[in-house]
């Protein structure tokens, strides 16, 4: 699709049509500055002014994509032409945001529970391990207020605690240091339990550890634990309501389930030329590939509410939604992501209880 060719087309044919640029401006309700802009092929008409600019020019939507009049012979190849345009346009606009990083590309797929845990596992095992540091306790991750303000997690002091997801283990130490006296913790890679061994034990600090996917039985003790907790851990489970059940059963009746995730707002939209634009759906839960540096990931951007309503399924009492944005660091960060922050939350925890 060349704008500058379907503007000169628009001109030509409002001319053809014995109009200025304000009379065609007035019967659409836009600015003749509108007009003018996309006469000179510096934007395309919304997709609202679209079909009422055909039928004032007396032209088709193919026309307007071509740029030209066509015959009866040129009609079908520019049609299939103008839809690959559209579709390959429509792909450009779209980003996927995961934490602060605009992902490289991103393929729609089938989402199968076995490729995907083996693409992920092959990410946390090598590279993933790089994007640690702000995704461990205290910080919940992005510009959200620390732990140490909020007491999302309550008195850790003499508990029992799992983190699923445990990562390379520094939220597994933070449990420790705030009083945790039982630490067990869940991983999907045997790299991840390794780093997590290693990096506790050099601390002197005794946890257990269990390799497994979140989402299948895998032998943690039911009706036992304070708090299961996790950071950046959840959203990376295939099956979201089968997770929740299991963490439901480990909790002792009066449990606190605590998780944090990129909010799925701050997915959708993208900082451009310090603007914030809508790029991707908020409704879009479609399951991903996408390049993650070297590496691939395999994630879908769930709503909101198919985490609450989830975890009201599974049986849980939610306590606390917070989607919180702490104003002085995302000013100090003088950088996009900052600035989005005092905008709209980049991350939000839930909490719930047994
Ligand atoms: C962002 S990291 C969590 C970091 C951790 N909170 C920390 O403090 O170090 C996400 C972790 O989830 C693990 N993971 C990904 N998919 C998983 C799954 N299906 N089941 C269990 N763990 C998974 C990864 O191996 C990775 O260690």
Not at 96 to 104: E, T
Not at 341 to 350: D, Y
Request: charged residues 25%; hydrophobic residues 35%; glycine residues 10%.
């Amino acid at each position: 699709m060349n704008q500058k060719k379907t503007g000169r087309f628009i001109a030509k044919m409002r001319k053809e049509q014995n109009l200025t640029q304000r009379g065609l401006a007035d019967i659409l309700g836009v600015s003749d500055k509108t007009v003018s802009k996309w006469e000179c092929g510096n934007g395309m008409p919304e997709l609202s002014h679209m079909q009422p600019i055909c039928s004032i020019l007396n032209i088709s939507l193919n026309e307007l994509f071509s740029g030209e009049k066509l015959n009866d012979t040129d009609y079908k190849k520019k049609a299939e032409e103008n839809m690959m345009a559209l579709i390959q346009e429509a792909e450009k606009m779209k980003k996927n945001i995961v934490g602060g990083n605009v992902l490289g590309y991103v393929d729609n797929i089938e989402m199968d529970v076995c490729e995907t845990h083996k693409t992920n596992t092959e990410f946390w095992s090598t590279i993933g391990s790089e994007f640690l540091g702000a995704t461990a306790l205290p910080s919940w991750g992005g510009f959200f207020p620390s732990e140490d303000r909020l007491h999302l997690l309550g008195n850790l002091s003499g508990k029992k605690v799992l983190e699923i997801g445990c990562g390379n283990g520094r939220s597994l130490k933070y449990a420790a240091d705030m009083g945790a006296v039982d630490l067990w913790g869940l991983d999907i890679s045997e790299s991840q339990i390794d780093r997590t061994r290693n990096f506790l034990e050099a601390q002197n600090i005794h946890a257990r550890l269990v390799c497994s996917p979140m989402e299948n039985e895998c032998g943690l003790p039911t009706d036992y634990f304070d708090v299961v907790y996790s950071v950046y851990g959840i959203g990376w489970t295939t099956q979201l309501t089968k997770t929740f059940r299991h963490v439901y059963s480990y909790l002792k009746k009066g449990g606190i389930f605590v998780f944090g995730w990129s909010h799925p707002i701050h997915k959708c939209v993208s900082v451009e030329n310090g603007r914030l634009i809508f790029s991707n759906s908020y409704f879009n839960e479609e399951w991903y590939r996408a390049g993650m540096g070297s590496k691939e990931i395999m994630l879908s951007n769930r709503m909101l509410g198919t985490y609450i309503n989830a975890l009201a399924d599974s049986g849980f009492v939610i306590e606390k939604l917070a989607e919180e944005t702490d104003r002085e660091k995302a000013l100090a960060a003088d950088h996009d992501f900052g600035r989005k922050a005092l905008m709209l939350p980049t991350v939000f925890v839930l909490r719930a209880r047994k």
